[in-house]
């Protein structure tokens, strides 16, 4: 049977109306049962690791050798543009690199042995046709064709989840990266969500799967503990792998524990703090995603490392709030500060794409109807309220008044009727708890009060405005009635659009709020990004690699067959080479 071609995956439009309803049921679901139904317990009972398996791994990638590359990609299964690019990159047997401003050596860095996925491998929800068709797909498509690999030769897969894996309650998750096969040049190994992986010079990843922002169950607690205590030695260094940027969270939110529950694992499992192990590890790089972006924060410059590669494919976070130094992880106890070394994109990029907020209604038409049906939802209400009273055009009140006569009439109007009361304050409140509730703002529900009065008083407005043009001659007839109330719905949800956009822009702008909200309304695929590192035996070399633009590419064939035709793209060293020293490390 012929399959269909195969169509390139768009980037995911978040304030489509149905989709900010599913996500909204996704995550409210998903976080109550997976409460009751953790599937990490699961995959404890059922995936036992044999001493076999241990010692496969640690003969492939510790005996006989000095050194090892890793490749670090998150955020992935978005756009094909944007997945594809990274993946295509990450796949080449060696990408020469160099800073934009061309002060730093071209680098020839070689592809990672290992790739490390660290959490959301798919947007918006874990469906297997969307694993397939946005993430294995163009990761399949991404190898050189003429590269042969054995089976010995093919570079690890290794992932963690993220919330957006967890939706279904990880099940197409298992399926892709629990059973060991091959996507495209990489092979799956793992059995399980979490893993710790032994590397060459007493180097080791661990990789922590924490659900839905919640606690590591003791299943996995367990996990690492034994492998503490069996299979490492006194003085290791370790590489974490997590799924969010907890020590940016803990400065950027409110009441935020994701930090809280982070130190606690190191300071029990690696720090051994508690005398649990008995034996006492390094630190050496904390790494993650979730923010899409590249940041990185260290307090000595080859020492401890806090980096955020979350450029894998999915919308650009953009980057002017991160904080220049984090205070709130380091304490009073801190000899010197956790600073900010490097951003990409930079602040003046980041400032210049936030202004695309403007634009809003033309990033997100879809808005545009959900607000436009609002707005005739309440026409329809008025005008029916109206027709019952005594049968005329409820907008005929308004042709010759004031415009304090006007708010004076709909005051009455609020008066007199309930449900038309009801209806107008459930769209103030809503657009009021639009919010964002978790940033370190004082005020912010006043922010929010400010927001939903200009977005009741613009509905008010419209009418008023409608009211006193011409077209209210055209009521009457069936298509005249037509006409008012579909230039209503378009007129007015355009502007309640504009208005959006400018409250996007404006309270990031100013107030540093609405950091997930006002990056995915632009819906940028540009300025992708990817960690490479080399393990040597003085430590740790790490080349953060950037995408500024995202190749336009043209597909044809089918899944499986598929051809990918597009000019090559510039890749840049989005800072000069990182250089952990062992010597460095506490």
């Known amino acids: 049977m012929n399959e269909n071609p195969y169509k390139k995956a768009r980037m995911t439009n978040w304030f489509q109306p149905s989709m900010l309803l599913n996500v909204a049921l996704k995550s409210l679901i998903s976080g109550t049962f997976g409460n009751y139904a953790d599937r990490r317990e699961l995959q404890a009972a059922l995936s036992k690791d044999s001493d076999e398996d241990s010692c496969k791994l640690r003969k492939r990638l510790v005996t006989d050798r000095q050194e090892i590359w890793i490749d670090f990609i998150c955020d992935t299964g978005d756009g094909f543009d944007s997945t594809y690019s990274v993946a295509k990159k990450a796949a080449q047997r060696q990408l020469v690199v160099q800073t934009e401003d061309r002060k730093s050596e071209r680098v020839t860095t070689t592809r990672g042995d290992i790739l490390i996925l660290g959490g959301d491998e798919v947007y918006p929800f874990p469906t297997l046709d969307n694993y397939t068709t946005k993430f294995k797909v163009p990761f399949e498509a991404a190898g050189d064709k003429n590269e042969v690999l054995s089976e010995l030769n093919r570079p690890l897969l290794f992932a963690i989840p993220g919330n957006h894996d967890w939706y279904d309650g990880l099940g197409n998750f298992m399926k892709l990266f629990c059973q060991q096969r091959s996507i495209g040049i990489w092979r799956t190994v793992q059995k399980r969500s979490y893993f710790a992986i032994p590397l060459p010079n007493n180097y080791w990843i661990w990789a922590t799967d924490i659900q ?24 290791d260094k370790i590489i974490l792998v997590t799924a969010e940027p907890a020590w940016v969270y803990k400065e950027i939110r ?39 972006h590249y940041s990185r924060y260290s307090q000595k410059e080859n020492g401890h490392q806090y980096i955020t590669s979350g450029g894998g494919g999915a919308f650009l976070h953009l980057t002017h709030n991160l904080p220049p130094v984090l205070d709130a992880i380091a304490g009073d106890r801190a000899q010197e500060k956790i600073t900010r070394k490097a951003i990409f994109p930079s602040v003046s990029d980041s400032k210049r794409l936030l202004l695309g907020n403007l634009l809003f209604p033309f990033k997100n038409p879809a808005f545009i109807s959900l607000a436009c049906l609002v707005y005739v939802y309440l026409f329809w209400l008025l005008q029916s309220h109206q027709a ?15 415009l304090v006569g006007f708010f004076e009439t709909i005051g009455i109007y ?19 708890l639009f919010v ?43 298509w005249g009635n037509a006409m008012i109330v579909l230039i209503f719905g378009l007129v007015g949800g355009t502007l309640s659009s504009f208005l959006m956009g400018a409250y996007l822009y404006l309270s ?30 003085q430590g740790i070399d790490i080349y953060p690699v950037g995408i500024k633009k995202v190749q336009n590419w043209t597909v044809s064939g089918t899944q499986k067959q598929l051809r990918v035709d597009g000019d090559d793209f510039e890749t840049i060293l989005i800072e ?4 952990v020293l062992d010597a460095e490390l506490d």
């Not at 690492?224 to 030695?233: L, P, V």
């Not at 029990?268 to 923010?291: C, P, S």
Request: charged residues 20%; neutral net charge.
């Open 254 to 292: 409110k009441n935020d524990q994701s930090f809280d529950r982070l130190d606690f694992f190191i300071s029990r499992h690696i720090r051994d703090e508690h005398q649990l192990i008995g034996k006492k590890f390094k630190l050496a790089i904390n790494i993650t995603g979730d923010l899409h």
């Open 508 to 537: 990031n702008r100013l107030l540093a709020m609405h950091e997930d909200e006002s990056s995915s309304a632009l819906a940028n695929p540009n300025f992708k990004n990817f960690t490479r590192m080399r393990i040597h035996d």
């Open 414 to 432: 609020f008066l007199g009727a309930p449900s038309i009361a009801l209806s107008i304050g459930a769209l103030f409140g809503g657009f009021w």
């Open 436 to 478: 964002d509730r978790v940033a370190k703002k004082a005020g912010n529900f006043i922010i929010g009060f400010v927001h939903a009065s200009g977005q009741t008083i613009m509905l008010f407005a419209t009418m008023f405005w409608l009211a006193q043009t011409e077209l209210m001659s055209f009521w009457g007839s069936w």
């Open 388 to 402: 019952i009273m005594n049968g005329t055009f409820f907008l005929s009140r308004f042709t010759d008044i004031s």
């Open 576 to 579: 000069p080479p990182i250089h």
């Open 212 to 235: 839905l922002n919640s606690n590591i169950d003791q299943p996995q607690l367990d996990y690492f503990t034994r492998m503490a205590r069996e299979e490492m030695q006194d003085g």
